[in-house]
């Protein structure tokens, strides 16, 4: 069964600090990896995807996530935080294309406060 | 991008009653809706998956007969809360796919439930 694992609760980050989320995950094939943003008392909102190629994605808001099938990790990083993207995030792992049941499996979340 | 909405947004409910919440997708045809549940500060916990015209697929431990699911066409899916109680207020996320396979997923923006 695939599996996310996201070791980091919460973290605090100065404005203008470099930011990155840990993501692991487990699942027997290559995935589909996501992560989404989730501010308070909203719905989530895609970041970036990986489905295929390049492992470096580039996302939305300035956001980028590195691919490393040998860590079995999908780490988000961003290099100078804002105000803006204190927000919840969560990783997401889905089936890849050999999938069957398609069904996405959400991490328990990272909340990022940023202080000024 | 492809926009999916939910409504109501917030709802308020006495116990013993049911609640509907529709899911709709706005710009794109959705071939699978998911339904989520979202606890305080918790990830989300997908509670079924729903193709159009076909039965939904419950998660285990969802119970199927309170938390009735309807994906009629291909651009609404309704959840509804039968005989609501206190526990089930929760946060409630919709989200929609438009192919097959583990294609992104288009996330409404939740239904917050909550019953008195």
């Known amino acids: 069964a695939q599996s996310v694992t996201q070791p980091d609760i919460h973290i605090t980050v100065s404005e203008g600090a470099s930011l990155e989320l840990r993501c692991n995950y487990s699942y027997g094939a290559t995935p589909y990896l996501f992560w989404y943003v989730q501010s308070p008392g909203q719905g989530l909102q895609l970041l970036l995807k990986y489905f295929s190629g390049d492992t470096l994605v580039q996302g939305i808001k300035g956001f980028e996530a590195e691919f490393k099938r040998s860590q079995s990790s999908f780490n988000l990083r961003k290099p100078s935080v804002h105000w803006s993207d204190a927000a919840e995030y969560f990783c997401a792992v889905g089936p890849g294309v050999t999938g069957g049941y398609q069904k996405v499996t959400f991490g328990t979340g990272t909340k990022l406060q940023v202080i000024p | ?116």
């Open chain 2, 1 to 116: 991008g492809a926009v999916v909405s939910q409504h109501p947004s917030r709802v308020i409910c006495k116990s013993g009653t049911s609640v509907k919440i529709e899911c709709r997708s706005l710009d794109f045809q959705a071939t699978t809706m998911f339904w989520y549940r979202q606890f305080p500060k918790q990830s989300l916990m997908l509670m079924a998956t729903s193709n159009e015209g076909s039965k939904a697929t419950y998660e285990q431990g969802v119970e199927k007969d309170k938390f009735l699911i309807n994906h009629a066409s291909l651009t609404l899916s309704t959840l509804t809360v039968t005989s609501a109680h206190p526990e089930d207020s929760s946060f409630y996320i919709c989200s929609a796919r438009q192919g097959s396979g583990g294609g992104e997923q288009f996330f409404g923006p939740g239904t917050r439930l909550t019953v008195l």
